[in-house]
């Protein structure tokens, strides 16, 4: 799965066990402006370094895995909980760089005949 959004916020890698470290990613995600949606992902193991290049700002695509898992609390109580596990991250757009406008190529006018009639 893939979506495109605006870096919100990016996590330190975090040292959850000995074993597992992981590290977010919060991707504003506007598909209505008016009410954005704040996604976030999860990198763990190798892929938190996906992430050191990625700024707050960055218009970037994620792609991700959705997964999913039971957890039954102390009174048998059954819950479910979601996660996305990002895999890849291009950016698009960098934070605060504006698209350079594009120019027409420079005229040749050294090439122009010298016989034109302009008054200047």
């Known amino acids: 799965m893939e979506v495109k959004g605006k ?7 975090q040292q959850v066990t000995e074993s597992l470290k992981k590290r977010e990613l919060i991707l504003e995600y506007i598909e209505n402006p008016q009410y954005p949606e704040y996604l976030k992902f999860e990198a763990i193991q190798d892929r938190c370094n996906l992430l050191d290049a990625v700024k707050v700002g ?3 695509e994620v ?27 291009n ?4 934070a605060g760089s ?7 190529a420079p005229a040749d006018i050294s090439s122009a005949p010298d016989d034109d009639d302009l008054p200047f």
């Open 7 to 13: 870096v919100h916020e990016v996590s330190a890698t």
């Open 58 to 60: 960055d218009d970037v």
């Open 63 to 89: 792609f991700f895995n959705l997964k999913g898992r039971p957890w039954t609390d102390k009174s048998g109580k059954k819950s479910y909980f979601n996660s996305l596990q990002l895999w890849k991250v």
């Open 91 to 94: 950016t698009l757009s960098g």
């Open 98 to 104: 504006a698209a350079s406008p594009e120019y027409a």
